[in-house]
């Protein structure tokens, strides 16, 4: 990756943070917390590493991605809007009646989302099952799933990392989103999932740790993971929730809030301030 690719990536990340404030402002609800944790990593699958054409959404060679922490829906229509799937103002319209952009995706609504969810754990089965899928047909489709540390409390989890495992999913990917929180608090007094590497090692996993937020460990990470044969693959990216908005980050109250007036204007001008930076170093 070129500095100038790394520093386009990074002015892209800054951009669809602001879609994530952008959402839940306009919406006076949702979740702000674990959506700006995954920034770096919905800008890598959708800018980088996914085969994707959003002129064509329903491809059938295309990559698919399973946001299974469905709550995290800002972050992903934000990536979806910045990569050319729909307008970037329609992230206004998040959680209206009439809009395509609900709570937790919907693949009958949202053009370029390939699963609903909603339901902790059952994203990520639906991902194996797609792996399962594609394996089967014997081409090269890719696919991409992005778990919660708290979703991978959920017994379900285990279950489709057993069948992962045991089918040789090689063309799965799974990522963990390890910012330590969940809604009822931090993950390791609500219901621990540490160790959460020698877990999907112990199932049969191919297994790398990252930084969530550096592109040259994410770009490294999946560059790995294209190698491995045989067994899938999870990523474990240690992440800082609410990343990007300073009164937001590490705070468990943002799991599931939305700002007020005052607090959007000072989220915006700290992401401007951040975006601005970028461009500084670019020029």
Known sequence: MTPTRKLELKRLACLIRMGVIE????????????????AELLTWLYFEQMNIDPQSPKWEGRDRFVLSK?????VLYAALAHRGFFPVEELKTLRKKDSFLQGHPSMKLCPGVDMSTGSLGQGIS????????????????MTYALLGDGEIEEGQVWEAAMFAAA???????????????????????????????????A???NVIEINAHCFDEIEAAFARAMQFNGKPTAIIMKSVKGKGVSYMENQVGWHGAAPNAEQYAIAMEELNAALNALEGEAA
């Open 23 to 38: 959402g839940v402002y306009n919406a006076k609800a949702g979740h702000p917390g674990g959506s700006l944790s995954a």
């Open 167 to 201: 089918k040789g999913l090689d063309h799965l990917v799974a990522i963990v989103d390890n910012n330590g929180l969940q809604i009822d608090g931090s993950i390791d007094e609500v219901n621990s999932p540490y160790p959460i590497p020698e877990k999907f090692a």
């Open 70 to 74: 469905g709550h995290a829906a800002p």
């Open 203 to 205: 199932f049969g996993w």
């Open 126 to 141: 639906a991902a194996a099952g797609m792996a399962l899928g594609a394996k089967l047909g014997g081409g090269d489709i």
